[in-house]
């Protein structure tokens, strides 16, 4: 939503210089009514058709976007990946690499680290395998997060009122119904730790978050 441009480039350069080349990029714009963004957007999508693009005619959120660009995936797997973040060249490839070695993996994470604008990596997160007691405490997972496309459409996708603990919330509903979740240690995801500002970190993000944490929470105690 909105995303600086700049920033946007970069985003999909990485998906774009993966060393395994089987994806599909599904961008779902969530209603900026940027011409900014527009123009990036439409370029892509024209010189690869691998890139995909859908936008919304009202802005619905983190979680509406995403179960929109879910719609359009086609893969077998479904890796999430935000506007304003980078995946290393190799993560895709070790993901692949993972499943294969272990088809009953449904859920698949890894490590990750901090970016900022000049590039410059900062507080790598070398995360411990499944842990259903340490999850309930925070959502440790985050990102370079994958789920088996079939599971997440079974679970009905993402649900807006859990925005903003919302990758927690399906984390915790899929681990109700997987096989297997899997921990890559290695870091397949920059996290860019400078683009908002003001808002965000604001009293009221942070006790929204505590919040729809809190119900994420409960919901799943209530489902075990």
């Not at 070398?126 to 679970?155: A, M, Q």
Request: aromatic share 8%.
């Amino acid at each position: 939503y909105r995303t600086r441009g700049a920033i946007l480039e970069k985003t999909i350069d990485s998906v774009l210089k993966q060393s395994y080349p089987d994806w599909e990029l599904c961008i779902a714009d969530d209603c900026s009514r940027s011409p900014a963004v527009d123009a990036i957007l439409d370029r892509y999508s024209a010189s690869d058709a691998r890139v995909k693009v859908v936008r919304l005619a009202e802005n619905g959120g983190i979680s509406s976007a995403s179960n929109a660009a879910l719609a359009m995936a086609t893969g077998e797997f479904i890796a999430f990946l935000d506007h304003d973040d980078e995946l290393p060249q190799d993560a895709l490839f070790h993901v692949v690499d993972a499943v294969n070695r272990n088809p009953d993996a449904d859920v698949v994470y890894s490590d990750e680290d901090h970016i900022d604008d000049d590039g410059l990596r900062s507080d790598p997160f070398f995360k411990p395998d499944w842990s259903p007691d340490l999850i309930l405490g925070e959502n440790y997972i985050c990102h370079l997060l994958v789920l088996r496309t079939s599971l997440c459409r079974e679970l009905g996708g993402f649900r807006s009122q859990t925005d903003l603990s919302q990758d927690m919330d399906i984390v915790l509903r899929a681990s109700l119904r997987t096989r297997q979740i899997l921990h890559i240690p290695r870091i397949l995801y920059h996290w860019r730790t400078d683009v908002y500002t003001g808002d965000r970190a604001s009293d009221a993000h942070r006790q929204r978050a505590l919040e729809t944490s809190r119900r994420v929470v409960e919901d799943y105690l209530k489902a075990k």
